[in-house]
């Protein structure tokens, strides 16, 4: 069964330190892994977009990691602000057929920033 | 600029009702989606549509219903069969150029049952 698991389910950090938060995958064959962040009451926005082939990408603070063999992502967040505060979403696209309607969602992690 | 557009932001409805929920989208975009959000829950699909004219049945598509007689719009109707339609709605598009596959979604319609 094709699912995303993000860990951990929500996270509480001090404005100016560092965070990680990690997504698993099943999905397989995928053509690509996108980091979403979503504000309270908005919608979801792209972070960051890895393929299959892809180690590493940076968005300013934000930084994703893919390991392709243990189906491991990870969003390292640098130097935390206070608008980071927001939900944090991974989300798998398979490859084959007709993917147009077929995104796996992760249920997001809460991060919240404190002063 | 170039966006999704949803209205109304907040909508109450009374049980029995059924009630329309707009999706708007200038950037030219050929796929559009609903998603149903839940607190604690990923997001889930309730209907897409590739192309004008065509739409289809998403993961939770009972008691929803859609158009697509324009490209720039994407109506939902959430019916009286619905039988827990309070929730966060959102709305995205996506198009074959630039970053493939990436969803733009609309700031989201949140409806209360009451």
């Known amino acids: 069964k094709n699912q995303v698991e993000q860990s951990p389910q929500s996270l509480i950090i001090l404005e100016g330190k560092n965070c990680t938060l990690q997504?698993?995958?099943?999905?397989?064959?995928?053509?690509?892994l996108r980091w979403y962040k979503q504000d309270t009451g908005r919608g979801p926005v792209s972070l960051t977009i890895m393929t299959f082939s892809e180690n590493t990408k940076s968005n300013g603070r934000y930084t994703a990691t893919l390991d392709a063999d243990t189906k491991q992502s990870s969003l390292h967040i640098t130097a935390s602000q206070l608008s980071d505060s927001a939900s944090y979403i991974c989300v798998v696209r398979p490859t084959g057929g007709s993917t147009l309607g077929r995104l796996y969602f992760g249920r997001g992690t809460q991060l919240t920033v404190w002063p | 600029d170039g966006g999704i557009t949803q209205s109304p932001k907040y909508l109450f409805r009374k049980e029995g009702q059924n009630v329309t929920l707009s999706c708007e989208q200038n950037l030219n975009h050929d796929a559009m989606y609903w998603y149903r959000q839940d607190p604690g829950q990923g997001l889930r699909l309730i209907y897409y549509s590739q192309i004008v004219n065509d739409f289809q049945k998403g993961d939770i598509a009972e008691g929803y219903s859609v158009s697509r007689e324009k490209k720039e719009s994407f109506p939902l109707t959430v019916t009286s069969a619905q039988k827990n339609p309070t929730a966060f709605y959102l709305c995205?598009?996506?198009?074959?150029?630039?970053?493939?596959?990436?969803?733009?979604f609309g700031e989201g319609s949140r409806l209360t049952v009451l």
């Open positions: 997504c698993n995958y099943t999905v397989s064959p995928f053509s690509n």
């Open positions: 995205a598009s996506s198009g074959t150029g630039g970053a493939p596959g990436e969803l733009f």
